[in-house]
């Protein structure tokens, strides 16, 4: 039996779903696989483990429960071993090098990569009795690989007499994908919906949408602290960055001073205390863990088997702050203080004077940290919370009245050539800002400032967030995929499955790639190619897997920092001014200065026949060494480069070398703004490696000897056959390779473009084969 103190037990029968436990638990006792839909705040998560527990589902083995946050692990772990009144070393939680799960364990909370990782060692998983698979709407690529394996595990433990219940939570009713999709689910599984008391929100959009969000949220939120009536203020922005920049302005202007200091003795010393360090702190600690944790190292190319979080990075979930904020395409108009109507029509209820109470949320910020929100708030203060979308459905702020939603979020996007993935600040989906204005109904009547207008929401906003899984690139969920065991990816039950012919156009690059073993024509075997020691190794690096190879083959003759730029600034559009800009051959360039200045980054020897990627190279090697000087911009202005272009490349290439010294130990890279141009030897080696990783994109020069026609030679001059294409493509006007048109090259892009009636193709980013 469980013993709740008094206190929690009147808080959980405020809760909604605990009016239809029995429901749930009938419903749950008699269907293998439930899925429960029910409002942000309604109780999913905190009760419905406990009304298991209660129905002892932990007696003999484990209930388990999976976020795709770490931070709702972690939170929501701490909140029911509370409310339980039981210690940590039962209710425990599991996320990636940290956790404080033991044998005792009965309810585990974890990540849906560390699920995901048990289920290649106990592919049954044989130690637990349930599992809830928690926020399913947030469509997490791994949260849907689970879904997918779980709906054939269930029958598997059905059959042997051992059942295994799967419970999919749901904050909205959405969920169709996972009730009609019959080759997930041959029976749909029934839907159980809580409903939850929400009171109405007065949604309040501006005339106008301010690219500064931060500082509109700012402006918005100081008259809602003068104007308007008691209640909790929450605020989202997308970024750690954002809520520390936020949370100290806003403390500033509204500080919690001494004489108000008397109260709660925990809380007086935190107002002002500093805010959590930055990313940097914690990539370090995490580098530090991972020495511990015994990886092997690349250069044995004994990898361990799979490493399924390569694609969550500490504080990954939706929100890394290595990126800034990117240029969004908002309303660019000046942005005068527009006055609020509703706002000024309103007298005077709280005095300026009054203190916010502010605390910052994000998914790095320490748990104890994070505690914070469900504390009291200091007499005579108003609560305020700065938050990423973590508070829009993982945790329920208690308390809250006025939401001041930026309406962006912080997406992952990856680049369709290179797979290098960077954060972008987009706006969020009108499911998204719908969540968010939910947050403010939850004790009473509430607001919900929207600091866009609604025009932008109705045009700009998509009606939901993708999942994951759709936006990923196929060649990399096929090859993570594999790694975990999983062998047939094209028959894979996904609740919004990739596309098929998408995914056998992968499955052969990567055996082209040498990735997966050759795809050996004539015998039919029923089983796809093995992924090859070399395949794991590709698919722990977070880009594409030609590029992955490529850094793969690397780490040798100290290649790696060339590689790792020379991957960021092909991963870059447009960095040298004259390429794309004029993409059409017609155009001669060989006398304009950014040609000259080309073949002058590309001179002598290998570095010449390194070709186009030499010539990035040398521009990022040269900016970079410009901007330790102070001078970038002239420099860019001088030679023909985006100097935006630079920073971005800058950003990937950190980014890469962090996740590198995350995945290999023995490496310790750096990103050197000074870096030299590679010696001829090492010149030669990037060719080669270049080559491995773009195998499926060499060509041949169209031999002109043979070619009798004038006319025709003439217009063949810089043809080259490619594989798979039929007609012949052109060397780019502007490749350094051009005059010199080597017999056989590989290409980075090939490209069609309209000329005169026909279609041309052309190549673009040559190196000489030899
Ligand atoms: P759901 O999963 O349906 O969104 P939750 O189970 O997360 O709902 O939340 C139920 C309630 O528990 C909310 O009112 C929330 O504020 C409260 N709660 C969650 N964690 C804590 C905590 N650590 N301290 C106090 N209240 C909490
Ligand atoms: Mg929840």
Same mark, same amino acid.
């Given at each position: 039996?469980?013993?709740?103190?008094?206190?929690?037990?009147?808080?959980?029968?405020?809760?909604?779903?605990?009016?239809?436990?029995?429901?749930?638990?009938?419903?749950?006792?008699?269907?293998?696989?439930?899925?429960?839909?029910?409002?942000?705040?309604?109780?999913?998560?905190?009760?419905?483990?406990?009304?298991?527990?209660?129905?002892?589902?932990?007696?003999?083995?484990?209930?388990?429960?999976?976020?795709?946050?770490?931070?709702?692990?972690?939170?929501?772990?701490?909140?029911?071993?509370?409310?339980?009144?039981?210690?940590?070393?039962?209710?425990?939680?599991?996320?990636?090098?940290?956790?404080?799960?033991?044998?005792?364990?009965?309810?585990?909370?974890?990540?849906?990569?560390?699920?995901?990782?048990?289920?290649?060692?106990?592919?049954?998983?044989?130690?637990?009795?349930?599992?809830?698979?928690?926020?399913?709407?947030?469509?997490?690529?791994?949260?849907?690989?689970?879904?997918?394996?779980?709906?054939?595990?269930?029958?598997?433990?059905?059959?042997?007499?051992?059942?295994?219940?799967?419970?999919?939570?749901?904050?909205?009713?959405?969920?169709?994908?996972?009730?009609?999709?019959?080759?997930?689910?041959?029976?749909?599984?029934?839907?159980?919906?809580?409903? !939850?008391?929400? %009171?109405? =929100?007065?949604?309040?959009? @501006? &005339?106008?949408?301010? *690219?500064?969000?931060?500082? +509109?949220?700012?402006?918005?939120?100081?008259?809602?602290?003068?104007?308007?009536?008691?209640?909790?203020?929450?605020?989202?922005?997308?970024?750690?960055?954002?809520?520390?920049?936020?949370?100290?302005?806003?403390?500033? !202007?509204?500080? %919690?001073? =001494?004489?108000?200091?008397? @109260? &709660?003795?925990?809380? *007086?010393?935190?107002?002002? +205390?500093?805010?959590?360090?930055?990313?940097?702190?914690?990539?370090?600690?995490?580098?530090?863990?991972?020495?511990?944790?015994?990886?092997?190292?690349?250069?044995?190319?004994?990898?361990?088997?799979?490493?399924?979080?390569?694609?969550?990075?500490?504080?990954?979930?939706?929100?890394?702050?290595?990126?800034?904020?990117?240029?969004?395409?908002?309303?660019?108009?000046?942005?005068?203080?527009?006055?609020?109507?509703?706002?000024?029509?309103?007298?005077?209820?709280?005095?300026?004077?009054?203190?916010?109470?502010?605390?910052?949320?994000?998914?790095?910020?320490?748990?104890?940290?994070?505690?914070?929100?469900?504390?009291?708030?200091?007499?005579?203060?108003?609560?305020?919370?700065?938050?990423?979308?973590?508070?829009?459905?993982?945790?329920?702020?208690?308390?809250?009245?006025?939401?001041?939603?930026?309406?962006?979020?912080?997406?992952?996007?990856?680049?369709?050539?290179?797979?290098?993935?960077?954060?972008?600040?987009?706006?969020?989906?009108?499911?998204?800002?719908?969540?968010?204005?939910?947050?403010?109904?939850?004790?009473?009547?509430?607001?919900?400032?929207?600091?866009?207008?609604?025009?932008?929401?109705?045009?700009?906003?998509?009606?939901?967030?993708?999942?994951?899984?759709?936006?990923?690139?196929?060649?990399?969920?096929?090859?993570?995929?594999?790694?975990?065991?999983?062998?047939?990816?094209?028959?894979?039950?996904?609740?919004?499955?990739?596309?098929?012919?998408?995914?056998?156009?992968?499955?052969?690059?990567?055996?082209?790639?040498?990735?997966?073993?050759?795809?050996?024509?004539?015998?039919?075997?029923?089983?796809?190619?093995?992924?090859?020691?070399?395949?794991?190794?590709?698919?722990?690096?977070?880009?594409?897997?030609?590029?992955?190879?490529?850094?793969?083959?690397?780490?040798?003759?100290?290649?790696?920092?060339?590689?790792?730029?020379?991957?960021?600034?092909?991963?870059?559009?447009?960095?040298?001014?004259?390429?794309?800009?004029?993409?059409?051959?017609?155009?001669?360039?060989?006398?304009?200065?950014?040609?000259?200045?080309?073949?002058?980054?590309?001179?002598?020897?290998?570095?010449?026949?390194?070709?186009?990627?030499?010539?990035?190279?040398?521009?990022?090697?040269?900016?970079?060494?410009?901007?330790?000087?102070?001078?970038?911009?002239?420099?860019?202005?001088?030679?023909?480069?985006?100097?935006?272009?630079?920073?971005?490349?800058?950003?990937?290439?950190?980014?890469?070398?962090?996740?590198?010294?995350?995945?290999?130990?023995?490496?310790?890279?750096?990103?050197?703004?000074?870096?030299?141009?590679?010696?001829?030897?090492?010149?030669?080696?990037?060719?080669?490696?270049?080559?491995?990783?773009?195998?499926?994109?060499?060509?041949?020069?169209?031999?002109?000897?043979?070619?009798?026609?004038?006319?025709?030679?003439?217009?063949?001059?810089?043809?080259?056959?490619?594989?798979?294409?039929?007609?012949?493509?052109?060397?780019?006007?502007?490749?350094?390779?051009?005059?010199?048109?080597?017999?056989?090259?590989?290409?980075?892009?090939?490209?069609?473009?309209?000329?005169?009636?026909?279609?041309?193709?052309?190549?673009?980013?040559?190196?000489?084969?030899?």
């Amino acid at each position: 039996p469980v013993h709740r103190t008094d206190e929690v037990q009147a808080a959980r029968l405020r809760l909604p779903i605990l009016a239809e436990e029995q429901q749930v638990m009938e419903l749950i006792n008699e269907h293998p696989i439930v899925i429960v839909a029910g409002e942000t705040g309604s109780g999913k998560t905190t009760q419905v483990p406990q009304f298991l527990y209660e129905a002892g589902y932990a007696q003999h083995k484990m209930i388990g429960i999976t976020e795709p946050r770490r931070v709702a692990a972690i939170a929501m772990s701490k909140r029911v071993a509370h409310e339980m009144n039981l210690p940590s070393s039962e209710v425990s939680y599991l996320i990636r090098f940290e956790g404080n799960v033991t044998p005792a364990t009965r309810i585990k909370f974890m990540t849906d990569g560390v699920l995901l990782k048990e289920i290649e060692t106990d592919f049954l998983l044989s130690k637990y009795s349930v599992i809830v698979l928690d926020e399913a709407h947030e469509r997490s690529v791994y949260t849907d690989i689970l879904v997918g394996l779980l709906s054939r595990i269930v029958p598997l433990r059905h059959k042997r007499s051992n059942p295994l219940k799967l419970i999919i939570m749901s904050a909205t009713l959405r969920v169709s994908d996972f009730t009609e999709n019959t080759r997930l689910f041959k029976v749909p599984p029934p839907l159980i919906k809580v409903e !939850a008391r929400q %009171y109405p =929100v007065t949604i309040h959009f @501006q &005339k106008r949408t301010p *690219d500064d969000y931060v500082a +509109e949220a700012y402006r918005k939120t100081l008259k809602i602290h003068a104007k308007l009536p008691e209640g909790g203020i929450l605020i989202f922005v997308t970024g750690q960055q954002e809520v520390n920049q936020l949370v100290r302005k806003l403390r500033r !202007a509204f500080p %919690y001073t =001494v004489q108000q200091k008397e @109260q &709660k003795e925990q809380q *007086d010393h935190k107002q002002q +205390e500093e805010l959590e360090p930055e990313k940097e702190f914690d990539l370090k600690r995490t580098i530090r863990n991972m020495r511990k944790s015994k990886k092997k190292f690349l250069n044995q190319i004994s990898l361990p088997k799979i490493n399924l979080d390569d694609y969550k990075l500490p504080g990954d979930d939706t929100e890394a702050d290595m990126h800034e904020v990117a240029d969004d395409d908002s309303d660019p108009e000046e942005h005068d203080l527009l006055e609020d109507d509703h706002l000024n029509e309103l007298t005077d209820t709280a005095s300026t004077k009054q203190p916010l109470w502010v605390l910052p949320l994000y998914s790095l910020l320490s748990s104890e940290k994070q505690q914070r929100i469900f504390q009291p708030v200091p007499e005579g203060c108003r609560l305020c919370v700065v938050s990423t979308n973590v508070a829009e459905t993982s945790l329920t702020i208690p308390h809250i009245k006025y939401v001041v939603d930026s309406g962006r979020q912080k997406t992952r996007l990856y680049d369709k050539l290179t797979g290098v993935s960077a954060f972008v600040v987009t706006y969020t989906s009108k499911a998204s800002a719908d969540q968010r204005t939910g947050r403010a109904g939850r004790i009473s009547a509430g607001h919900c400032y929207r600091l866009y207008s609604s025009a932008v929401y109705n045009d700009l906003f998509a009606d939901f967030n993708q999942p994951d899984i759709q936006q990923k690139p196929v060649d990399d969920l096929m090859l993570q995929m594999r790694c975990m065991g999983i062998d047939r990816v094209v028959h894979f039950p996904f609740p919004s499955p990739p596309d098929q012919l998408q995914l056998q156009a992968a499955e052969h690059r990567l055996a082209v790639l040498g990735a997966l073993k050759p795809i050996s024509s004539g015998v039919t075997t029923d089983l796809p190619p093995a992924v090859t020691q070399l395949g794991h190794v590709i698919s722990h690096f977070p880009v594409s897997p030609r590029f992955g190879k490529m850094l793969a083959l690397s780490n040798q003759q100290q290649l790696l920092p060339y590689t790792v730029c020379l991957v960021a600034a092909l991963s870059v559009q447009e960095l040298l001014i004259d390429t794309g800009v004029q993409r059409d051959d017609d155009v001669p360039s060989h006398s304009s200065k950014f040609h000259q200045r080309n073949m002058s980054w590309a001179a002598g020897g290998n570095y010449r026949l390194l070709g186009d990627p030499m010539v990035l190279l040398r521009a990022v090697g040269a900016a970079e060494y410009a901007g330790t000087r102070g001078n970038l911009a002239e420099f860019c202005e001088a030679y023909g480069l985006r100097p935006k272009a630079i920073n971005e490349v800058r950003k990937l290439r950190v980014q890469l070398t962090n996740e590198i010294n995350l995945n290999v130990s023995d490496v310790e890279l750096c990103v050197d703004p000074q870096l030299k141009p590679p010696s001829n030897a090492q010149a030669r080696f990037l060719r080669q490696i270049l080559l491995a990783g773009m195998g499926d994109r060499v060509a041949r020069k169209v031999p002109l000897d043979e070619i009798t026609d004038k006319e025709e030679r003439r217009r063949l001059k810089y043809a080259y056959n490619c594989a798979d294409m039929e007609q012949p493509a052109f060397l780019h006007a502007t490749s350094v390779l051009r005059q010199m048109s080597p017999d056989w090259i590989v290409y980075q892009e090939a490209y069609e473009l309209m000329h005169g009636d026909s279609n041309k193709m052309f190549i673009r980013g040559i190196t000489a084969i030899e």
